[in-house]
């Protein structure tokens, strides 16, 4: 069983930013591939950032020189810096990693942001 606890986001105004963060139980999140998803009312969960066991990342396209993710070994933690955000991109924001064959997804956190 993998527990993935999420932290941060919140409400923000147009241009301004936030930080998520995830930690995993163990040293999961240190050693697998890990990543950020979203999903806005009405639309499909879509890859947001990803890291890979070897720190490669990897973004969508509409967060590219906005968004960072990174991951601290020592703490078994991978965040989410997200600045500059825009109204499009408020959404409920998940953790993501997966371990031996199953997803495995933190509790969800929303991030809004107002024009």
């Known amino acids: 069983q993998v527990h993935l606890r999420q932290s941060g986001g919140g409400m923000v105004q147009s241009g301004g930013s936030l930080k998520l963060s995830c930690a995993s139980s163990g040293s999961i999140v240190s050693i697998s591939n890990v990543g950020w998803y979203r999903q806005a009312p009405g639309k499909e969960r879509e890859s947001v950032a990803v890291?890979?066991?070897?720190?490669?990342?990897n973004y969508t396209d509409s967060v590219k020189g906005r968004f960072t993710i990174s991951r601290d070994r020592a703490r078994n933690t991978v965040s989410l810096q997200m600045n500059t955000l825009k109204p499009e991109d408020t959404a409920v924001y998940y953790c993501w990693t997966r371990w031996k064959g199953h997803d495995w997804w933190g509790q969800g956190t929303q991030v809004t942001v107002s024009s």
């Open positions: 890291i890979n066991s070897g720190g490669t990342t």
